[in-house]
């Protein structure tokens, strides 16, 4: 019995994956997060973007300082085109707002700055894998939803108008279908900041404002019948257009 509790454990541990060349942040990321929840790897010196694209963690952690002399936002780009369910940490050099905007729309889950306190990145860690869960708890049990003339699939990640797909970036997917689930109550800013982006609520909104208006401009486009409106000083709402 002891022996199947042990490979139980040793089963249901998350795999975090590191790519930097920043031996300090190295050495602390993997002696503090190393634990009985993660099993932890350094991708080495010599790793190739393929080898990088089938690594099969739960977990990447980006390094702005990496063996592949990208930028840590243009690997995420890269990762997030093959593979949609793995959580991606950027850890950059300084704090940069448009930057952080920018790697978030691209699909990192989190983006952090130098100095790292491993007892943020670890709690970090966990939220996102607790919101995943959810997430993914929520999309069996329904993955369909219909507004008006939009259709979207929570699964598949696509929007149609009126049977005709468009284009929408992760974020704008993941805002217009916030709306759609609120069925037509007015959603704040900082709820949105916060449940989709993923973001502290007292952070700037100005994210939010930037998805709002180019959905509007892609469902107008569409001639939908469906709007995004505005409720002045506090958020936003979907509602059928007179």
Not at 26 to 40: G, M, P, R, V, Y
Not at 119 to 134: C, D, F, H, S, Y
Not at 187 to 198: I, K
Request: aromatic share 6%; proline share 2%.
């Amino acid at each position: 019995m002891e022996g199947g509790s042990a490979m139980n454990q040793k089963a249901t541990k998350k795999q975090i994956s590191l790519l930097s060349s920043d031996e300090t942040t190295s050495q602390l990321l993997k002696t503090h997060l190393e634990s009985n929840t993660f099993s932890f790897k350094t991708l080495p010196d010599s790793t190739a973007l393929e080898s990088l694209l089938n690594d099969r963690a739960d977990v990447l952690i980006l390094v702005e300082q990496n063996p592949l002399n990208l930028s840590a936002i243009d690997i995420c780009k890269i990762v997030r085109l093959k593979n949609e369910e793995v959580i991606i940490i950027i850890v950059a050099e300084e704090s940069d707002l448009m930057r952080k905007i920018l790697a978030l729309e691209l699909g990192a889950d989190d983006y952090l700055t130098k100095p790292v306190a491993w007892l943020e990145i670890n709690a970090r860690i966990k939220v996102t894998l607790g919101r995943m869960t959810a997430v993914k708890k929520m999309t069996l049990e329904e993955t369909e939803f219909k507004f008006n003339d939009l259709y979207l699939d929570s699964q598949r990640r696509i929007c149609l108008v009126n049977k005709n797909e468009i284009k929408l970036s992760n974020y704008e997917f993941l805002t217009l279908l916030y709306l759609v689930q609120s069925e037509g109550k007015t959603v704040s800013r900082a709820t949105l900041l916060n449940e989709v982006w993923g973001l502290p609520s007292d952070d700037l909104t100005r994210p939010v404002d930037d998805i709002v208006r180019r959905l509007r401009k892609k469902l107008r486009n569409q001639q939908s019948s469906s709007e995004i409106t505005a409720h002045w000083g506090y958020g936003y709402r979907i509602e059928v257009g007179s």
